[in-house]
């Protein structure tokens, strides 16, 4: 009796047993396939669980974690640093308008805040006159 349940049938004796594919590598995906459908039977979103449901849910969320990853590590190389920080994933979702409009209700921890000084409390521009203009 052999310890795993795979049938053998169709193996020669002493041959080795291929190895198994997982979904994400199958469907082309970093994030984990078989995880995703796991939770979500365990969530009970539904009686059911279809076959292309968590592989869709696990592209749509390695799509966006990219997306967000791309654009904070522009943020963060804008500021001459190497590490991605809470700040720059704030700065990332809140300089862009879709996924700004995705995650308003969300709040960052640590991410501060977005920087911004009213027009009225800048400094005024001084008007320079022709005589000032003409001694330089």
Do not use: C, W
Not at 54 to 82: F, H, S, W
């Amino acid at each position: 009796m052999t310890p795993s349940k795979k049938s053998t049938r169709g193996l020669k004796p002493g041959q080795p047993r291929a190895k198994g594919v997982s979904k994400s590598s199958k469907a082309g995906l970093q994030f984990p396939v078989a995880r995703i459908r796991r939770l979500l039977k365990k969530g009970r979103y539904g009686d059911r669980v279809g076959t292309g449901a968590p592989i869709y849910l696990a592209a749509v969320l390695e799509y966006l974690t990219a997306e967000i990853l791309e654009l904070a590590g522009n943020a963060a190389r804008d500021n001459k640093k190497t590490r991605i920080t809470p700040r720059f994933i704030q700065l990332a979702i809140r300089n862009d308008e879709e996924l700004n409009n995705l995650l308003s209700g969300v709040t960052i921890s640590e991410g501060g805040v977005l920087p911004f000084i009213h027009v009225t409390l800048l400094p005024k521009k001084t008007a320079r006159t022709s005589s000032q203009a003409a001694a330089e």
